[in-house]
């Protein structure tokens, strides 16, 4: 079964406003993209997933903090 090609990193903000960071795959590399802003950055997936970064830039830039699939 294939792999999706784009997975994505969702923040709720303290307004109750979802962030997203689609990441899209191509071979080894990988890119960032917020829907809100249209910040984007490239990154290697290996040997670091780029998940985290997302989730960074979700924070500082949005101050979007809460994961809603968290229970």
Known sequence: ???????????????????????????VRRTLSCGTCGWRKGAVFLPWPPWPKAAEHLALAHQA?????AT
């Open 1 to 27: 079964m294939p792999r999706a090609n784009t997975d994505k990193v969702s923040r709720w903000d303290q307004h109750g406003r979802l962030h997203t960071v689609h990441v899209r795959r191509s071979g």
């Open 65 to 69: 903090t809460v994961d809603p699939t």
